[in-house]
């Protein structure tokens, strides 16, 4: 009666009262998209990693970069002047974590990308989020993705990304050089059978590498067989069927997996013991090159193909060891058991491939 | 506790928008880049002016592109997760419903995951593929629903602890199949299972899904206030309910169904945020009583209030990265739930 009807204009009051803030707020956000800047430079249309067609500065001045490899693909074309910002995990050149940082590469926080006023946001479709790239569009922020699953592809992204921040001759003169070195190690190692290895992504729990990811790409390069068949790019693995595969070799970046800086702290895991890796101490420690899709990945493929195949990158001193095998100097490889082939490398390649059988 | 009259509820209400509106500047004033409070109150007139085209280009996108939109996600999604909350509640008479406990906010995510993945495989303009996942989402939270309804139902009538027991099972499952979904078909493109059972409000949701959002949650919760006569009959019971002439099943599917889209509208876009749904109604029934006349648009603002601080503190505690809004909530939320547990027993 009364109360109802009381109670009825309650609500109708309370209906249009809530849809007069809904509406005040969603007229709030209506009116807020701003042109971009006024001054409209010279633009072109791109295709990028998502199959995008993005409209993009000919000659961008201010570029961020949402994932370490971009960023040491930046600093080896040679353009970091141009570079505002970089994620956290940018640590490489040294002098990358000295840039602006935006957040992480999953997470970037897209104040900090706009408060740095770019022209050009690079990222990558392996790692950063569709959701960012979607993010990067609404704000009308210019990005650029690549996409790379082979060590090819690698130097085609370089190239392209050449093209995109206008250093075409860089690029061709960094591709170049990364299809020369390949291809000289190519020659060096046919014929060679590869190495079956387990890479290591993670240890606990044990995550290695599927097929289709640039880094068996790598793997192959260097003469070497990732054991684990997979079409994920992640894989997690059970150490049984590691021990059902046996591996010759352990591969890892040290810095990534969080297994520390040796070998012992993945030897000494329990249940690891059943590899016959392990108890041979085969392995080899990779920087963490091996997992970014940027040029410095041809170095860190020379650099495993000489862990993996020392013989075939001794020239003279096998001679010179055959000449004198009972002189041996380094009293090591006795036994049947083989010396680990370990080296802590990091850019530069090991010179020292002392004698390893 | 003294009647509740229009111009009570007004009252309330209106402190409540209040705080939620000093809430919401001083959320806009905080965030990885600074932003003056003069800067921001100038900007703010001009918006309301209609001159935004005034704004300095300098802050005027990270406040008014990005943080705004965010802060407006939050209000959404806060809002919708308590009424949702405030609605399960009195519809089990059971504290403890919310829709995370009861594995609808898993249900949603799963549908959020799947129409993810179609819309990745369909060339969808991007303008209509983001209203994708909201549906998804939707019917995930409606089949999920359906599911724990029918698994807590005993000789024709809704048992409280079956059901909630029906949708502890439900989630835990639920959460296995993101995992699942998650290692092996989604591309690393998509975020990770983590988003999806822990929440977060980071993702800039097109100015067409904050549209989608706000008029969802305009209907579900005005479907859902049509029945709070009747919500706070049923406290006495069901039985009871019928027998004063309260149509039970009638307000079971309206509550349900616009609980579900009020879920399914929130964690498509922010993946299953807990607690909101939990305590924010039980801090409102503390304060206001539990007519749910008033309950539910209190609980409203209040979920509003409550995730934009949450998603304040998670913005800016570890700046320029950030942390789960679902983290904070649950780090806020549990041992605050806790308290107002031991002090209801005692």
């Known amino acids: 009666m009364a109360d109802s009807t009381h109670s009825l204009v309650k609500r109708a009051l309370l209906v249009c009262a809530s849809f007069c803030m809904f509406f005040f707020t969603a007229d709030l956000a209506a009116q807020t998209s701003l042109p971009a800047s006024p001054v409209t430079p010279a633009m072109h249309e791109v295709t990028d990693g998502y199959g995008r067609t993005v409209r993009l500065p000919v000659n961008p001045s201010r570029i961020i970069s949402l994932a370490p490899s971009l960023t040491e693909t930046v600093y080896a074309l040679g353009v970091e002047d141009r570079l505002v910002g970089d994620t956290d995990y940018c640590d490489y050149p040294p002098e990358a974590q000295k840039k602006p940082k935006v957040g992480g590469v999953i997470n970037p926080n897209l104040e900090q990308i706009a408060a740095l006023h770019p022209d050009l946001v690079l990222m990558t479709k392996e790692g950063n989020l569709l959701e960012t790239v979607r993010a990067l569009e609404t704000l009308g922020i210019p990005a650029y993705a690549t996409d790379a699953h082979t060590v090819d592809q690698i130097i085609s992204a370089t190239q392209k990304l050449a093209d995109v921040m206008n250093v075409p001759e860089q690029g061709r003169a960094l591709t170049t050089d990364m299809e020369q070195r390949l291809g000289a190690l190519q020659t060096k190692l046919s014929g060679i059978p590869p190495r079956r290895v387990l890479f290591i992504v993670w240890p606990e729990p044990l995550q290695s590498i599927g097929q289709n990811t640039f880094i068996a790409d790598a793997l192959r390069r260097a003469g070497a067989a990732s054991i684990v068949e997979s079409n994920q790019d992640w894989p997690q693995v059970s150490l049984e069927e590691v021990a059902r595969l046996q591996p010759e070799e352990l591969i890892f970046a040290p810095s990534h997996s969080g297994a520390g800086d040796d070998f012992d702290s993945i030897a000494n895991r329990p249940g690891w013991g059943i590899l016959d890796a392990v108890r041979n101490r085969r392995y080899a420690i990779v920087s963490e090159a091996i997992i970014r899709p940027a040029p410095r990945i041809v170095s860190v493929i020379e650099d495993l193909a000489r862990q993996l195949h020392p013989d075939v990158f001794i020239e003279k001193p096998v001679t010179e060891k055959e000449a004198h095998p009972a002189n041996s100097a380094a009293p090591v490889t006795s036994g049947a058991q083989q010396k680990p082939i370990a080296y802590r490398s990091i850019e530069a390649m090991p010179t020292e491939i002392s004698c390893a059988l | ?346």
């Open chain 2, 1 to 346: 506790m003294r009647p509740l009259t229009i111009g009570r509820l007004f009252l309330r209400c209106g402190v409540l928008a209040l705080l939620l509106f000093v809430v919401v500047v001083i959320a806009l004033k905080l965030g990885a880049v600074q932003v003056s409070l003069y800067g921001l109150g100038r900007d703010l007139i001009r918006v309301l002016l209609h001159q935004s085209a005034a704004i300095s280009t300098d802050y005027g996108m990270i406040v008014v592109d990005i943080r705004l939109p965010r802060i407006l996600l939050a209000v959404v999604v806060g809002a919708s997760l308590s009424v949702a909350g405030t609605s399960f509640q009195a519809l089990l008479r059971n504290p403890l419903a919310d829709p995370y406990v009861l594995g609808i906010s898993s249900g949603a995510a799963v549908g959020s995951i799947v129409a993810l993945m179609i819309e990745s495989q369909l060339a969808i303009s991007p303008e209509y593929a983001g209203l994708m996942t909201p549906f998804g989402a939707f019917l995930g939270a409606a089949i999920t629903i359906a599911a724990v309804y029918v698994l807590g139902r005993r000789e024709g009538q809704i048992d409280s602890t079956t059901l909630l027991l029906g949708g502890v099972i439900t989630a835990s499952f639920l959460s296995s199949i993101i995992m699942f979904l998650m290692s092996t078909l989604a591309g690393s493109s998509f975020r990770g299972a983590t988003y999806w059972m822990m929440g977060s409000l980071s993702s800039l949701p097109p100015k067409s899904l904050l549209y989608l959002l706000g008029i969802g949650f305009l209907v579900a919760t005005g479907a859902i206030y049509t029945t709070a006569s009747d919500l706070n009959l049923l406290l006495a019971g069901e039985k009871e309910a019928m027998h004063l002439g309260v149509d039970v099943p009638r307000v079971q599917i309206v509550v349900y169904l616009a609980a579900s889209i009020l879920t399914g509208l929130a964690v498509s876009v922010s993946g299953a945020i807990g607690y909101i749904g939990l305590l924010v109604p039980h801090a409102m029934r503390m304060i206001f009583g539990s007519d749910h006349r008033m309950l539910i648009p209190a609980s409203a603002l209040g979920g509003a209030i409550a995730l934009v601080l949450a998603d304040t503190i998670a913005r800016t505690v570890v700046a320029p990265s950030e942390l789960q809004v679902g983290a904070v909530t649950a780090i806020v939320g549990a041992p605050l739930f806790i308290y107002l547990l031991r002090k209801r027993l005692s």
